[in-house]
């Protein structure tokens, strides 16, 4: 019931933001300092959804990074009030995960036995995801170890997304953006369901949400995905955010796409700076 009043309260509070942020560069600066993780979702191996000569694992690392060039390059200097981590880019996986994740198998493999035997009932949407293959399940659980490990203040994980139909070279009947977040009995529920109704405010002056009948909130309470940490695995708030499907027109062509990944990712960056100012905002009442 609590956290149901909070998210009551904190959608009341969105838009009170979202009127002054309404710029498309949020001008005001925040007094903390913020580590992020962005997490490109999929990889070379597990490519995540195709359509034509378009890869949804491309899209995701250049949308990631385009994201981290907004946090690292203000005005031409180093922001101070970011220490900005991508999981992976165009070479591959970066080496300070791929060194965690190997020292650290033993934990990482304890860490996910524990977690996978408890698991809780209540599961509010029921949207079918893909399951992660075991490669990328574990390297998940890693990834969240390490962000709990290292006090990062929140993961975006980037996805685009597609469904199964008869005939997938086909554009298909849905689009628009969703946001998942964990579901109210983990303990990252709150801040995550913030973090994204920050992000989801500046995402919907420019794209539809998803028509997708689970989806089409919004936002989305999940409890099964590893990337928002189920059950009770992770503190760090998380979200995962499908950006759009893969074959809707917006990404047609290779200029449309990437005018399209620079205005989501900067629309992802106002959104968390405004969350941040939230949290800033809340901390001195
Ligand atoms: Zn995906």
């Given amino acids: 019931m609590i956290h149901k009043l909070f998210y009551i309260l904190i959608l009341l509070a969105v838009p009170v933001f979202s009127v002054s942020a309404h710029k498309t560069t949020p001008e005001f600066s925040l007094d903390g300092q913020y580590k992020i993780l962005i997490v490109p979702g999929h990889d070379e191996e597990s490519t995540g959804a195709v359509f034509r000569d ?7 690392i250049k949308l990631g990074l385009f994201l981290a060039n907004l946090f690292s390059a203000s005005g031409g200097k180093k922001d101070p009030n970011w220490e900005v981590y991508i999981t992976r880019d165009w070479d591959g996986y970066q080496e300070w995960l791929l060194d965690y994740l190997e020292a650290n198998k033993e934990n990482i493999a304890d860490f996910q036995e524990i977690i996978s035997q408890t698991v809780t009932d209540e599961h ?3 949207v079918v995801h893909l399951d992660a293959q075991a490669e990328m399940r574990t390297r998940l659980y890693g990834i969240n170890k390490w ?15 597609d469904y199964p139909r008869k005939n997938p070279s086909q ?24 973090l994204g109704s920050f992000i ?7 794209y539809p949400v998803s028509d997708y009948l689970p989806e089409s909130l919004g936002l989305v309470p999940e409890q099964k995905l590893i990337a928002v940490g189920p059950n ?5 708030p998380a979200i995962l955010i499908e950006y759009g499907y893969i074959y809707e027109i917006r990404f047609s062509a290779f200029w449309k796409r990437d005018a399209e990944l620079r205005k989501m990712s900067q629309a ?11 949290l800033e905002f809340i901390a001195k009442k």
């Fill in 147 to 161: 962000a709990d490990e290292n006090q990062i203040d929140a993961i975006i994980h980037i996805h685009f997304t």
């Fill in 54 to 60: 378009t890869k949804e694992e491309d899209m995701n």
């Fill in 124 to 126: 509010a949407f029921n």
């Fill in 268 to 278: 992802t960056y106002n959104g968390l700076k405004n969350y941040f100012r939230y």
């Fill in 200 to 206: 989801f405010q500046e995402l919907f002056k420019n």
């Fill in 171 to 194: 554009r298909g009947d849905y689009k628009g953006f969703a946001i998942y977040f964990p579901e109210s009995q983990f303990k990252n529920s709150f801040k995550s369901f913030a």
């Fill in 232 to 236: 009770n695995s992770l503190d760090v």
